[in-house]
């Protein structure tokens, strides 16, 4: 898309010019268009089998253990290499129309993150990708009071997830994921500046390429046929001495099923639903070449932003004939992540982030699979040992108990050249759901709230990464 726009915006030039002199077209590409963007590689070294993606270079987590058939070897326990210069970029800003006392923009942004094939996608040929396509709308100084003045703002298109904006000290593809939100997605949003130091934030938003999950696996059907925008409200409190401050809260509403089978066999629609919310709370110093961030969400599910949590099927879901209509109800997992991160320096900056995410489990049992309703796991004895009644991050595990990262990084920056070494150390805790009896072969169920704490054992990987960039 961005191509073409590239490729026709200089026909459009050239028709202009033989109208208007080159003078005028010239004045006029100076006073509203920035083409910008950079051409990056990624060289990257790990320790472990990991959950990654574009071509393994945004990193989420290791791999659990996985033994061989006589416990002999770890087989994730495997040391893999690469590098990519698919993440380079390209885009195109647009400035600086105005019309009476209304403003006018807008950017279109794309790299070369599609196209990739096989498992898991690190073969084929890159292709072009939208990443962000977004108009802006604004005013300024408009009255609030006798002394201070409002700007109101509005950004329509696709554009960064407000949770998501704000990002730690790194220079990894993932910026901090999954520690931090991670979603460009489309949206409708306005941010209302009251004066000098206050901003309110509201977006109706929707989904495209980040994904709620579900029985179905990922997909934006789950949203679509909730008919119901994820919606974020939003404060900014800033000061002129390099202080901010914010806090929101983000709602999602999805159907995760459209049909279901009724107490006589037959197959109905279904009023399933599950309503998730995820608040977050994000501070920011800087003060010269120093600058420090920390950000902390606790979330509902929040899959979708590529937090590491989901939901699954309540106890009173199916097989338990409270709901003659075939429905059934579903309970979100909870989840902490907090992450913090300082830089120091310009031309040779030097860098730390570390996160830490605790999964909390659900307020309310689990149904099946997963869990089991007693209280007692001498009362409930089944094979019951696979997860497919709780929709965890396709990204990560449902076993997944705890993660931390650390990341320190140097990098050194001559003009539009920066080359960065980073070392990312990522832990993850994992668990078993269920026990073993005295009985042997017989296995006992017993996390009732979809939190594995059974055999609990880190799992580390330690990614060395260098990344060369030229921006222009």
């Known amino acids: 898309m961005l191509l073409a726009v590239m490729a026709i915006l200089p026909l459009a030039v050239s028709a202009e010019s033989r109208q208007n002199g080159d003078g005028a077209v010239k004045e006029e590409m100076k006073n509203h268009f920035k083409l910008y963007g950079f051409v990056r590689n990624f060289f990257a070294f790990d320790t472990r089998e990991s959950n990654a993606g574009t071509g393994d270079l945004f990193y989420y987590v290791p791999k659990d253990v996985a033994m061989n058939e006589d416990g002999s070897q770890d087989l994730n326990q495997q040391s893999s290499f690469r590098f990519l210069a698919l993440t380079s970029r390209v885009g195109l800003d647009v400035y600086g129309y105005q019309i009476g006392r209304t403003m006018f ?100 938003i929707w989904q495209m390429q980040y994904l709620s999950t579900g029985p179905g696996g990922a997909s934006a059907e789950y949203i679509k046929y909730g008919c119901t925008p994820e919606a974020y409200i939003g404060l900014t409190y800033k000061t002129a001495g390099g202080f901010l401050a914010k806090a929101g809260l983000d709602i999602l509403s999805i159907k995760p099923r459209r049909t279901g089978m009724n107490s006589d066999g037959v197959t109905v629609k279904v009023s399933d639903r599950i309503t998730t919310m995820s608040y977050y709370l994000y501070l920011q110093y800087r003060k010269g070449k120093f600058e420090a961030k920390a950000k902390s969400v606790l979330s509902e599910g929040g899959e979708h932003m590529n937090l590491m949590s989901g939901y699954g099927v309540s106890w009173s879901g199916p097989d338990r004939n409270l709901y003659h209509d075939g429905h ?136 060395i990464q260098m990344m060369m960039r030229f921006t222009f």
């Open 105 to 204: 923009g807008a950017k279109i942004e794309t790299d070369f993150y599609a196209g990739l094939t096989g498992s898991p996608k690190i073969n084929g040929t890159a292709q072009l990708r939208l990443r962000q396509a977004y108009m802006t709308i604004g005013w300024n100084d408009l009255k609030m009071g006798q002394e201070n003045t409002a700007s109101v703002n509005l950004k329509l298109g696709q554009a960064w997830h407000p949770m998501a904006v704000d990002q730690p000290h790194v220079l990894a593809l993932e910026t901090g994921t999954p520690f931090n939100p991670f979603s460009r997605t489309p949206q409708v949003l306005m941010d209302a500046s009251l004066g000098d130091h206050f901003t309110v934030s509201g977006a109706a």
């Open 328 to 463: 059934w109800e579903y309970v979100p997992l909870y989840a902490s992540s907090t992450w913090a991160s300082v830089s120091y320096g310009k031309k040779w900056q030097v860098m730390l982030m570390g996160g830490y995410i605790k999964n909390l489990g659900t307020r309310n049992p689990l149904y099946g699979n997963t869990a089991s309703f007693v209280t007692d796991r001498h009362d409930f004895k089944g094979d019951l040992t696979d997860a497919s009644n709780v929709y965890f991050s396709g990204n990560g595990s449902s076993n997944l108990n705890e993660i931390w990262r650390l990341v320190p990084t140097v990098a050194y920056n001559m003009g539009k050249f920066t080359i960065a070494l980073e070392w990312n150390i990522t832990s993850a805790r994992y668990g078993d759901y269920v026990v073993f009896d005295d009985e042997p072969g017989t296995k006992y169920v017993y996390a009732a709230t979809g939190l594995a704490t059974d055999n609990l054992h880190w799992v580390t990987n330690h990614r």
